[in-house]
């Protein structure tokens, strides 16, 4: 089944959401637990937490972007987004809702600051690498894609649209049709619907079809 683009968006970001009260309630425990070493208890923090931190979380992964096109995420954008963000937000996190907390020892802060960034970069980078390795499946399986239009209707036009046909992992073009710059060249009318002349209607063309994506397949003499 394909998702539209604003529904794995959504399903991002929820995703998102859980990790982060995952992540946070999984560091209350380990704090108490293992850095503390006291019985587990509900300190004031800990419910603020779960409300403020994946507010927080979120807030920052909107300001990279990172839920504008999520179709577009591939597996190293993720990496970097995830870690860059974890980086700041850890810091974050540390000083707003940490720093005052009571301790017996300077070493523990520091044990605190590295289990609040190794809990959540592991949760956020394991669930987000299994839901955009989900998307680019579907993509290669040319289950989904972007809505892209063809440029030029001649020789290369027919061999850029083989090209891609024979690819064994598909390059995520949806070709929705073509249009040429003459009005003659019409190679690919048995291939792909004809949507008619770049020159004089591709406004209208791009937004009729809600084109995401455009490959220009012309000659050389053309380019102009």
Sequence with gaps: MAFSKSKLGTILILIDWIIAIIAWATFYYV???????????????????????????????TLQGTYIDVRRLYRMKVVSYTLFATILG?????????????????????????WVFGIHLVLFLTARIIFVSYIVNKIHKRKAGFRTLLIGGNENALEILQELKQLKKASGHNLVGYVNLN??????DNQLEYLGKAD????????????????IALESTEHD
Aim: hydrophobic content about 50%.
């Design 200 to 215: 004089e209607q591709i406004e209208q063309i791009l937004r009729k079809h809600q084109i995401e994506e455009v490959i």
């Design 183 to 188: 009005g003659t060249d019409r190679l690919l």
């Design 31 to 61: 704090r108490k637990i293992v850095i503390e070493q006291n019985d587990f208890s509900i300190g004031t923090s800990f419910v603020p937490g779960l409300i403020i931190v994946p507010i927080f979380w979120i807030l920052i992964f």
């Design 90 to 114: 850890t810091i974050t996190i540390f000083f707003f809702l940490l720093l005052d907390d009571d301790i017996d020892e300077h070493t523990q802060f520091y044990q605190s600051l590295l």
